[in-house]
């Protein structure tokens, strides 16, 4: 092993050495720290013969399925037919948890290098090494009993973030002989996974030689974006900030509702103008919930009805439409302008009673079978609770 980008590995380490098979597992592997993975953490974690680290469970299929695929969380170094016991014993899978100051200096200077602008001062506290060292295929006849392939997979964390080290060696197979391959060439029209996958069947990354003839030249490929050796592969995945975005979660206190929407609900009541503060107080662009359709106004009544029991109280809602900048002429609080021909549900009278020039803010209420009406914007007699919803976010990093 010559690859710079390589972590010690093997006898002169403190290596676990598992015993040569074909898609097996190490079997759960305790960690002192948890690792953290696309939202969760993980106290054990499994290495697996066909190349590849998983979470909740072993992961031992041999056929590279495209990512994203569901359940299986899986770092998928070099995921194919791997045969470690080809002849007694073709190739060795070391693995060990480490804490060695060296080692964490290293991995600190890795990441710290890889990704100086967002985690220029990440301390790493915590790394987990697996080696597949010179392995085989499964199905290999012939010249293909020569064809080895080494690659590691370093995990590092602080506790809180996490990174990943995809580090190659020598490739010299794409495939084994299962889903098409022929065993002598070590080729086929299926070749290995280089990818991550979070297991939500919605968040993963690939690496851009992933399932291509490209694999051949992952000892020497380098990210144009990303600084360190030749042959690595630098990922972070305590967040699922990969694939086709990062997963996206209501602000803290918000209810994911429906169609994404996330609510609060506000019972304590205020003044309209209080309402919209409160709302922006709450979360980062927070604002007032605009009733702006039937389906929405259906899915919040079963809420609102039981909200109403539940404080015993006949509270009216802020729907966040008024007329105070022009007189008859109203707006939604998100500044679009209300649409007369769009959804409305106006009380009975509503809009002929109580069109007074004080009565600017709408709001409904139990009594009015939920219909839409008029009145002060503030007074203290007829103060409103009131919804506020706000846009989905990343996942809040704890770090
Ligand atoms: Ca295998
Ligand atoms: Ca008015």
Redesign the pocket.
């Known amino acids: 092993m010559t690859n710079a980008a390589f972590y010690p590995y093997g006898p002169n380490t403190t290596d676990i050495l598992d015993p040569p098979g074909?898609?097996g597992t190490s079997g759960a592997v305790s960690l002192t720290t948890a690792f953290p993975f696309f939202g969760n953490t993980y106290n054990e974690l499994f290495v697996n013969?066909?190349g590849d680290i998983s979470f909740g469970g072993a992961v031992t299929g041999?056929t590279p399925t495209a990512f994203p695929v569901t359940n299986n969380r899986v770092l998928a170094v070099y995921f194919t037919?791997?045969?470690t016991s080809n002849g007694g014993r073709s190739g060795y899978i070391y693995r060990r948890e480490t804490t060695d100051a060296a080692i964490l200096a290293r991995a600190t200077t890795d990441i710290q290098t890889a990704l100086p602008a967002d985690h220029g001062s990440f301390e790493a506290t915590w790394v987990y090494i697996a080696t597949w060292h010179e392995v085989s295929i499964?199905g290999a006849g012939g010249a293909g009993l020569n064809l080895r392939n080494t690659f590691q997979l370093v995990l590092i964390s602080d506790g809180c973030k996490s990174f990943t080290l995809f580090n190659y060696d020598q490739i010299q197979f794409l495939q084994?002989s299962t889903n098409g391959g022929d065993g002598t060439t070590g080729t086929g029209p299926n070749p290995a996974q280089v990818g991550i996958n979070g297991g939500d069947g919605i968040h993963y990354s690939l690496h851009p030689s992933s399932r291509t003839t490209d694999l051949y030249n992952l000892p020497t490929w380098t990210d144009p974006a990303v600084p360190g050796p030749p042959g690595r592969w630098v990922q972070r995945t305590d967040l699922a900030l990969t694939g086709d975005g990062p997963a996206l979660v209501c602000p803290a206190g918000f209810r994911e509702f429906g169609d994404d929407l996330c609510l609060k609900f506000h019972v304590q009541p205020l003044d309209y103008n209080e309402a919209i503060a409160k709302c922006a107080e709450l979360a980062p662009d927070g604002r007032l919930f605009n009733i702006r359709s039937q389906a929405h106004n259906e899915m919040l009544i079963g809420f609102l009805q039981r909200f109403q029991t539940r404080t015993g109280r006949g509270r009216g809602f802020w729907i966040g439409l008024t007329d105070v900048g022009t007189e008859g002429t109203f707006k939604w609080e998100d500044e679009t302008p209300f649409d007369t021909e769009g959804y409305t549900n106006w009380a009975e009278g509503a809009l002929e009673e109580r069109q007074g020039g004080e009565r600017d803010c709408v709001f409904m209420n139990k009594e009015d079978g939920w219909q839409w009406n008029i009145q002060k914007c503030e007074t203290r007699r007829e103060r409103n609770a009131f919804i506020c919803t706000a846009p989905k976010a990343p996942v809040a990093s704890d770090c």
């Open positions: 074909d898609d013969t066909n041999f037919d791997i045969k499964f084994g």
